[in-house]
């Protein structure tokens, strides 16, 4: 059974950051919260709405999350723009990237993780593996403790095909970025321009 993605507009009611922080505190895996809300995370304030939430964790974990919430329901996209069921105990070929996941099939979806590579103790882009980071270098924490993306690998991802919300996303990070932050997202972008 597959199904083509919903309207995400439609399908989603996402859960609070504050509430997947606490489903997902018992995880030995690293994630961080991705997307939009890591450079609201990252800026200290709200850039814009948010219609759905992302999680980033390596691929090679993505294991770890069906353990951490076993009665949930899962769908990866695969082929991608198509959703089919995830099973208990499958392991996701290596092109899946997104998994979305909802308490049961009666709700509406709560968040997606996005699933990226690693080599040893490296993030490596999915995107072009050139482009890569020491994995404890691709995330920063709140005050709560809330792990989210850094800001210039999120821009990175979001300048492939920027939307409206993309832009505004950039236009509200980079004021916020460092010398060497710039630096980084110059030379991934020089490596791989389509990000």
Known sequence: MTAPFADPAGAWDPLSLNEIHALLAPLDSPWWIAGGWAIEL???RPV???NDVDVLMLHRDHSAIQAVLPDWEWWAADPPGTLRPWRPGELLPHHVHDIWCRP???HLWSFQFMLDNADGDHWVSRRDPRIRRPIADIGRTTDDALPYLVPE?????KSKAPRPKDELDFQAALPILTPAQRAWLD???RIHPAG
């Open 48 to 50: 814009r709405p948010h």
């Open 187 to 189: 030379e991934a972008l």
């Open 104 to 106: 049961t099939a009666d």
């Open 153 to 157: 690998i999120q821009l990175f991802y």
């Open 42 to 44: 990252a800026v200290g």
